[in-house]
């Protein structure tokens, strides 16, 4: 098991080691889209990357970052994923929308 700490909305949830983070956030209630993002998004299949999110701690515990996280985030820092990309492997501290 792990946890999933949303620094902002000083929530924390409890999710299956492999879990997905985009799915994982709006079944709690995470707000992780900003208007258009909300509008527009894909769906959770990494094309359009409004589901970016800042890691603060524990990046060790996600997936390695996919070819579209790369593509899409390579002027971002190496700490921000798109959620629907990134599963869960143990404790991580998530900003969203930054």
Partial sequence: M????????????????????????????IDLYKFV????????????GTCVVEITD???NLSPRTDVE???????????RLACQALVNGSVSVKTKP
Avoid: S
């Fill in 2 to 29: 792990a946890n999933i700490t949303f620094v902002k909305e000083e929530k924390e949830i409890t999710v299956a080691d492999g879990a997905n983070l985009r799915f994982k956030a709006l079944e709690n209630g």
């Fill in 37 to 48: 993002g909300k509008m527009m998004n894909c769906g959770g299949y990494g094309q359009c």
């Fill in 58 to 60: 524990g990046m060790e």
């Fill in 70 to 80: 790369n593509r899409k985030l390579k002027k971002r820092p190496d700490n921000y």
